[in-house]
């Protein structure tokens, strides 16, 4: 951040909070949807389908439309932020829904299989083993969808609530550089930190992943250093039997 920026402080922090408030929230609420849709339908070849059609045609529509839109069907105010909120979490639903889908492709058909053989139901399977082997895909879409509303939520500058963004809009109508470059960097760090975060909670729910299974191939291969002096003893003895 700039000097300009130190030195606003007072100006830039509640504008800061804004944005946190309308990037976090959408992303929250759009996966925690979005997932309970993915399951349902993940095995229903047609409504899979149109749930598909539905979220590209959502992903089509103009941010700046849709908050200009929202407050008619809704009964709010233009400059309600939860105009703001309302169409990010659409965003997010119709890009997480796809997203999820896939994620659930992702886990082995043999996984799958083995899992409905000793006794998993349809809901148990899906929540207990294609859940948890799809939250690496999962995390890595989230991650995207949160970096995606980082940056959507400054185009609410231009109806007056963006957050950060409305340093850009003042900056530019001020010809100040320096507010808007202030701008520009903090929704940077915003987005990064948020990316972070995700990747962190991601990886803290696949332990798998981390070093548990270098750990577990590291033994598999001691192992198997061990075992082969005793084959090729084996084979020694099968040899002279010969």
């Known amino acids: 951040m700039n000097l300009w920026g130190i030195r606003n402080w007072e100006t830039v ?4 909070v804004q944005h946190l408030y309308l990037s976090v929230v959408p992303t929250l609420i759009g996966v925690v949807v979005a997932i309970p849709i993915g399951l349902l339908l ?18 089509t529509i103009p941010s700046l439309a849709l908050f200009v839109v929202l407050p008619l069907i809704l009964g709010t105010q233009v400059l309600d932020p939860i105009n703001v909120v309302v169409a990010l979490t659409l965003y997010t639903v119709a890009l997480s829904v796809r997203t999820t889908f896939e994620a659930l492709d992702a886990v082995p058909a043999a ?9 998993y139901s349809s809901w148990r399977r899906a929540t207990a083993i294609d859940l948890p ?30 957050g950060l963004g409305q340093l850009f809009t003042t900056g530019y109508q ?3 550089p320096e507010q808007i470059l202030t701008g520009l960097v903090l929704i940077l760090l915003v987005a990064i930190v948020f ?4 990747a962190l909670v991601g ?6 992943i981390r ?20 084959v090729g003893r084996l084979r020694e003895v099968v040899s002279g039997a010969r």
């Open 111 to 119: 996984t799958r299989e083995a899992a409905t053989a000793v006794g």
């Open 211 to 230: 070093g548990a299974s270098l750990r577990a191939s590291e033994r598999r291969l001691r192992a198997l250093a061990q075992a082969l002096p005793e």
């Open 195 to 198: 990316d972070r975060i995700i």
């Open 13 to 16: 922090q509640p504008l800061l």
């Open 203 to 208: 990886r803290a729910f696949t332990p798998w």
């Open 174 to 176: 001020r010809d100040f």
């Open 42 to 59: 993940r095995d229903r070849r047609r409504a899979r389908t149109i749930a598909v059609v539905a979220s590209s045609a959502v992903f």
């Open 133 to 162: 082997l799809a939250v690496p895909v999962l995390t890595a879409g989230t991650r995207v969808v949160a970096v995606t509303n980082v940056s959507m939520v400054s185009v609410g500058a231009v109806i007056g609530i963006g």
